[in-house]
């Protein structure tokens, strides 16, 4: 029996994999004694779709409609940035002398980043040489100034490569599994569009719909025209079958082996045949319990044909797309789990963005290929870089199931919340081991709750950046859906984007606690650009050699912000509003405005301390310290840590305020 291509790479990947020596510890002692292994807090069920739509309102509720799904492709097409192509309207023609041009000067750019530390599959460090032997592989031998455009069908699920080049590209010597040749998958039926061919003739330069690279020719069969390549794969509604599962192999015959052991994966679309006779046979077979579809293959040629295949109908497969439900999408997120992570749709598999995408194809939505090229999307989204995590976990509280997740590196698909812990699935390639506290690879498609660590020690959850709605059009000038943030959020985020309030365990804001005079001390300091203090700077008696406020509150003591409270500095003395207007004062440069009220305007103005009328007058003036009411100060009141941080960024973002010290810092 003939083995094909990627079978044979399969066993040879199997075997190496048996004879290695384990690269990495089991994830737990517990996890590998009970046979399946799951993330801490993770627990069976939660694998189950039904625990994560269990608390749905209504899990069969369409969240999109068939034609709102093709606006948001339509609109995704023509978003810049997003790196989607149009297939169905590219030119006929291209210049291929300019193209084959091109495509070397882009190889040597990415060659220029991958020199120097990258190997190839027998361990050896690649070297300038064979980089230009992949340089020169890129131009077409037959390039003309007037070129037709291709058209073809991908044969097999393959891999969209960096180059035109049959070996890997790996980090580490002996870890074969992470590859950047491969860009993105390519699945069974999938279009693309064929530009020039690689040197030796074994590569075309193609686009998919939401990349471009170079894919092997033998997996790519050429139509004879462009009717014939929309036929394939641009099918109509009641023709369409969806394979929605994981993966599946057809099944193999001596009759059609060129359509035996076909691998189909999460998002293939197959036209399904016209409904045969009773006793007609399909491979040799009476179809019954199956789908009879038709599969792509390469002629003897490499042109186009499509030849009868037979999917089984209890494989999850879909009649047409899926409705885009709530119960649809948790069938979706969990359909992965525990497959190997696939870089750039390596090893037959997915890796984050990847993974979502597939999961969204089902439904009929292209999105683009990365989280950074989606985000440039107009979907309803939330850039939540600088919001806290208090903020976070109380967007995610209304944020429904599908919901993507971004941190620079990595897409999550927001399941859930369960027993206190925020859930997301993703395909993972390394975490922070529970366990170990080292770096930990994962390599898989995972469930795990957000207060993870990642390698470098930071949680999940704090690394969130951005949050949106894939499937959820935002029209210009419309209100967002996304739900508000609170009262302190400008403030807050201002401290967390210039580092001026460090967040607490876990990272952790914890606004409604009450700041401390070190913490605003050191926010000063910060701001000031953490100048540091004269080498005979005078020092507070209880300001310890190496405590973390050291240079700032000797700083301040030195400009006269702080003078002290009975000649001491009380760092964990919690801070006054007069307090804190007695530093602004000092460290700032506002310009008085006579107009404006100042603490006259409230009926409590003469609790304010004598040695902070001044400058409590001055902040109340500037609009930098407010009234708890349209009555009273409370200028002996403790100032939390969201106050600080809005009053910090009322200072910070008026034009007239500096932190530099004023001339009668002394006072």
Excluded at 551 to 559: F, I, K, P, T
Aim: charged share 25%.
């Amino acid at each position: 029996m003939k083995i094909s291509r990627h079978t044979e790479k399969a066993l040879s990947l199997l075997l190496t994999l048996c004879l290695a020596v384990p690269l990495c510890a089991p994830l737990s002692a517990r996890a590998a004694a009970e046979g399946v292994g799951y993330l801490p807090g993770v627990t069976e069920e939660m694998t189950s779709p039904a625990f994560w739509t269990a608390g749905m309102d209504d899990p069969d509720a369409l969240l999109a409609t068939a034609d709102e799904i093709a606006r948001l492709n339509a609109l995704a097409l023509a978003t810049e940035g997003a790196n989607m192509h149009d297939l169905r309207n590219l030119p006929e023609t291209f210049d291929g002398v300019s193209r084959s041009g091109l495509l070397p000067k882009g190889a040597a750019a990415d060659a220029e980043y991958y020199l120097g530390w990258t190997y190839d599959e027998t361990g050896k460090k690649l070297e300038q040489s064979d980089f230009d032997a992949i340089i020169a592989n890129c131009v077409d031998q037959n390039a003309a100034k007037d070129m037709k455009l291709r058209y073809g069908i991908a044969v097999e699920r393959t891999a969209l490569l960096t180059f035109p080049y049959d070996g890997q590209i790996l980090d580490d010597p002996v870890d074969f599994d992470f590859d950047y040749q491969a860009l993105a998958s390519i699945r069974v039926n999938e279009p693309v569009a064929v530009f020039t061919t690689s040197a030796d003739g074994r590569f075309y330069q193609v686009y998919t719909s939401c990349c471009s690279g170079w894919v092997r020719a033998e997996d790519v069969a050429i139509c004879k025209d462009r009717e014939e390549w929309l036929s394939a794969w641009d099918i109509p509604a009641d023709k369409r079958l969806v394979f929605c599962g994981d993966k599946m192999y057809t099944d193999y015959s001596k009759t059609a082996p060129e359509t035996s052991g076909r691998l189909i994966t999460m998002g293939t679309v197959l036209e399904r045949m016209e409904a045969q006779d009773a006793g007609a046979l399909v491979i040799n077979r009476l179809p019954l319990h199956n789908y009879a579809v038709y599969l792509p293959v390469r002629d003897g040629n490499g042109g186009y044909a499509k030849v009868p295949a037979l999917i089984n109908a209890r494989e999850r497969v879909s009649e047409d797309y899926l409705p885009l439900t709530g119960k649809n999408l948790a069938d979706m997120a969990l359909a992965s789990l525990g497959d190997a992570y696939g870089w750039g749709g390596g090893l037959l598999n997915e890796d984050c963005s990847s993974l979502n995408r597939s999961i969204f194809l089902c439904f009929g939505l292209d999105l683009p290929r990365n989280g950074n090229w989606q985000w440039l999307l107009s979907v309803a989204k939330l850039d939540a870089a600088y919001l806290t995590v208090e903020e976070k976990l109380a967007v995610l509280d209304e944020m429904p199931l599908g919901t993507i997740l971004n941190f620079p590196g990595h897409q999550m698909l927001y399941l859930g919340k369960a027993d206190g812990g925020y859930y997301v699935v993703s395909a993972a390639s390394s975490i922070m081991g529970p366990d170990t506290g080292k770096r930990q690879r994962t390599r898989d498609v995972q469930i795990n709750a957000l207060d993870l660590k990642r390698a470098n020690g930071q949680a999940w959850i704090q690394a969130v950046s951005r949050i949106y709605l894939p499937w959820r059009y935002l029209a210009e000038g419309e209100e967002s859906p996304m739900p508000e943030l609170p009262w302190h959020h400008e403030g807050t985020a201002f401290c967390l984007r210039h580092g001026l309030i460090d967040t607490l365990d876990g990272g952790y804001f914890r606004p409604h606690d009450a700041a401390t005079r070190a913490v605003a001390v050191e926010a000063l300091w910060r701001a000031a650009g953490k100048p540091e203090p004269g080498a005979d700077a005078e020092r507070f008696a209880d300001v310890e050699t190496g405590a973390s406020y050291e240079r700032s509150a000797l700083w301040a003591r030195e400009r006269g912000i702080v003078v002290g409270m009975d000649g001491a500095f009380r760092a964990d003395a919690v801070l006054t509003r007069e307090q804190l207007a007695v530093m602004l004062y000092r460290a700032g440069a506002a310009e008085e405005d006579a107009a404006a009220a100042g603490i006259a305007a409230y009926a409590d103005a003469g609790e304010v301390s004598v040695w902070a009328r001044d400058a409590m007058d001055w902040a109340a003036r500037e609009q930098l310290i407010t009234g708890k009411s349209a009555e009273t100060l409370d200028p002996r009141d403790a100032v939390t840590r969201a106050e600080l941080a809005v009053i910090l960024q009322r200072a910070g973002c008026a034009e007239s305020f500096s932190l530099s010290p004023r001339n009668d810092a002394a006072s």
